[in-house]
């Protein structure tokens, strides 16, 4: 039983480029949450999405940043023209429905914008 | 806004020492949960409590939820290198919500 997968597992961007993070949450849930985390700090929520919906975006910033989870494929968080700022480790989190116990992480992308 | 806090930020332990990081929350909780996180890894669940002066072990460790859900710690009784890491606390305020996380406590063991 596979864990949740994210890919790329690093990311380097210069600035003004995109960058797109996927996350595959675990099988059998459709319950996708991600997070970023700066150096020595800890984990900010950012959108929490079920399949084909949006469900709590009031951690993800107003510009820049989207996030998806279609019907068919993996979940991407995009953030568009990067910035140095955004430097950090992305994760994502899965679980199989709204109330369960504990979220599943994945490995991280760690992105870096020169 | 809920916040979640934690306590210390850092600590260093001679291996065999106890080791016990604090959290407190702005708000009541509905549950709390604890993760760990390894150098270089991601977090990794350890235990959820929902009761209000929830007491739970798990080998040399104990996770305590206070009376007024507000509150939780975890203790590790006599360290061993395998325990460093960061651990986190995260809150619920209401069953379904989104979790909060705490800052973490960055754990070194000295062997």
């Known amino acids: 039983n596979a864990g949740v997968m994210q890919n790329p597992r690093h990311l380097v961007r210069r600035r003004g480029q995109e960058a797109r993070l996927r996350c595959s949450p675990m099988?059998?849930?459709?319950?996708v949450y991600w997070y970023r985390q700066l150096p020595e700090e800890g984990l900010k929520f950012m959108v929490y999405?079920?399949?084909?919906?949006?469900?709590?975006e009031s951690g993800m910033p107003k510009e820049r940043f989207s996030a998806e989870f279609p019907k068919e494929g993996p979940s991407i968080l995009r953030i568009q023209q990067v910035v140095r700022g955004d430097s950090a480790a992305y994760f994502c989190?899965?679980?199989?429905?709204?109330?369960?116990?504990?979220?599943?992480f994945g490995p991280g992308t760690r992105l870096t914008v020169l | 806004g809920q916040q979640v806090m934690q306590i210390p930020q850092y600590q260093h332990v001679q291996e065999g020492e106890d080791f016990t990081t604090y959290c407190n929350s702005s708000t009541t909780l509905s549950n709390i949960q604890w993760y760990k996180q390894r150098p270089g890894g991601h977090p990794v669940f350890l235990i959820q409590l929902v009761k209000s002066g929830e007491v739970k072990k798990q080998k040399r460790l104990t996770f305590q939820f206070g009376e007024a859900k507000k509150n939780s710690s975890l203790h590790i009784t006599a360290t061993q290198t395998t325990d460093v890491g960061t651990y986190f606390c995260?809150?619920?305020?209401?069953?379904?919500?989104?979790?909060?996380f705490g800052e973490g406590t960055q754990l070194t063991v000295n062997p």
């Open positions: 099988k059998g849930h459709s319950h």
């Open positions: 999405l079920q399949k084909e919906n949006i469900i709590d």
């Open positions: 989190a899965s679980s199989p429905s709204r109330g369960y116990n504990e979220q599943f």
């Open positions: 995260a809150g619920r305020q209401t069953s379904g919500s989104r979790l909060t």
